[in-house]
């Protein structure tokens, strides 16, 4: 392929016909709370992981919702199950019991 | 809504296109990169349609390129502008119409300036008789030449000699219709159909016979932009919107893509071959890229001219295979040759795209 010095920029677009809503659809249906959210970002504030790698719930949360699914396994190895976000939630969320769900998803819908 | 209505809104949606006596214009990208296209406009028009045009070799860029990408000051830009009006003017011309939808955006602008600020109209008409000791007339009527071929549009029809029909199969051929961004965006009023229906080349393609394709990003520029190309490291600005384009229009199977503004027709045309280089797809399913002509040029072969005389050789993306379709003949040897039968040379052959 050639090199002309430039590349091609890869849309930024939210594409709801193909993406992939079957692990919103999962949590949703084991941890209803996940609906909740209201992405006010206390959770990645006081994540113990995203203090030592890039690691953001909030962003992840909001990537399942619009079914931007891509890399999902690899970043939600980063989350140690410390429970600091449930404390902080403002509305209450069990956002471990979503991470757990995130995982089983992950299991039973995709090998991602 | 009642017919009637449907009427008197569409109403407002035209523009006043004169019948006659043109001062035509040419374009810097247009005349540069489809040479034939502004010829078979002037051929259309004055052998077939009898009307006078008439264009003076006095007249320059109108500094559309330099000005969008913040190179040439609004005041240089306007009184370059008035030396247009001013040539126009001498010749004994009112109607203006311009090749190339950038000038046709920038002339509309510099009109709708003068008309809210008579004082910069003063200001710039003495900087020309201070140049060049030139006065001119304001335009009577401002035009596109795209307007000018939708007017006459039922005209050629009657002239023509082919349909936008698919020979084989018998069925209309798919087209994509784009209208350049400078034509009705900025000032929606001036183009026909307005920025929401810009009806100009729908127009032309179903007095035709062809198909338009109502496809998600229709509206969307080309991606030309003047700045997100003029610098190297932007392009990829430039070509991904392109990309956006072909993406969305690919699943309708457009047989050709027709623009009404020069730099549309280039980078539609172009960035197709280098998209291919850089990813190794096409979008259509040979590999040979979805044509795209002027609609100079697709009326040029309504109209029955040969095909290498309204120089579709220029084309990056092969048309043959939309030729074929249309069923034109013409013969592959004589496609590079020029005018005095002499070859002109071949293009080197593209890594991917099949020409």
Not at chain 2, 157 to 171: E, M
Not at chain 2, 196 to 218: K, Q, S
């Amino acid at each position: 392929m050639k090199d002309w010095g430039y590349s091609i920029l890869k849309g930024r677009q939210i594409d709801f016909e193909n993406n992939d809503f079957s692990i919103a659809e999962y949590i949703t249906k084991h941890e209803p709370s996940f609906r909740w959210c209201i992405g006010c970002g206390s959770c990645t504030a006081t994540c113990s992981a995203a203090r030592l790698t890039d690691f953001n719930p909030r962003k992840l949360k909001l990537l399942i919702q619009r079914g931007e699914i891509k890399g999902l396994a690899d970043e939600i190895a980063k989350c140690m199950l410390c429970g600091k976000c449930q404390l902080v939630c403002p509305r209450g969320i069990n956002t471990r019991n979503v991470i757990q769900n995130i995982k089983r998803a992950l299991n039973t819908c995709h090998a991602l | 809504m009642e017919t009637e209505g449907k009427k008197r809104v569409w109403e407002e949606y035209q523009k006043e296109i004169a019948d006659d006596h043109y001062f035509y214009v040419r374009s810097c990208i247009r005349q540069t990169f489809f040479p034939g296209s502004e010829t078979t406009f002037l051929k259309i028009l004055q052998n077939d349609l009898k009307k006078d045009v008439f264009e003076d070799a006095r007249h320059t860029t109108c500094t559309g390129i330099g000005y969008h990408t913040d190179i040439v000051p609004l005041e240089t830009t306007m009184t370059v502008i008035a030396r247009h009006f001013a040539l126009m003017t001498e010749a004994g011309y009112v109607n203006i119409i311009p090749s190339c939808v950038t000038s046709f955006g920038l002339y509309t602008e510099v009109l709708d300036t003068w008309r809210h600020f008579p004082e910069i109209e003063a200001k710039i008409r003495e900087y020309l008789w201070k140049a060049t000791k030139r006065e001119f007339k304001v335009p009577e009527n401002l035009v596109h030449t795209s307007d000018i071929i939708y007017k006459f549009r039922n005209r050629i029809k009657d002239l023509s000699k082919v349909s936008l029909i698919n020979k084989k199969t018998g069925l209309p051929l798919n087209v994509v219709e784009h209208i350049g961004c400078h034509y009705s965006k900025m000032f929606p009023q001036s183009g026909v159909g307005g920025a929401e229906f810009p009806a100009v080349l729908t127009g032309m393609i179903e007095a035709w016979g062809g198909t338009v394709i109502d496809y998600p990003e229709r509206r969307h520029c080309c991606g030309f932009g003047f700045r997100q190309y003029l610098v190297k490291a932007n392009r990829g600005y430039s070509v991904s919107n392109s990309k956006k384009k072909f993406e969305s229009m690919q699943p309708y199977q457009p047989d050709f893509m027709v623009a009404n503004c020069p730099g549309c027709s280039m980078f539609l045309d172009r960035w197709q071959y280098t998209i291919a280089e850089m990813e190794g797809i096409t979008y259509d399913s040979n590999g040979t890229g979805i044509p795209v002509l002027t609609y100079e040029e697709m009326a040029g072969l309504v109209m029955g001219y040969s095909p290498w005389d309204i120089g579709l050789q220029m084309h990056q993306v092969s048309v043959e295979p939309l030729l074929d379709k249309l069923g034109i003949e013409y013969k592959k040897e004589d496609k590079y040759l020029g005018s005095n039968g002499q070859n002109i040379g071949e293009p080197q052959k593209p890594m991917f795209l099949i020409v």
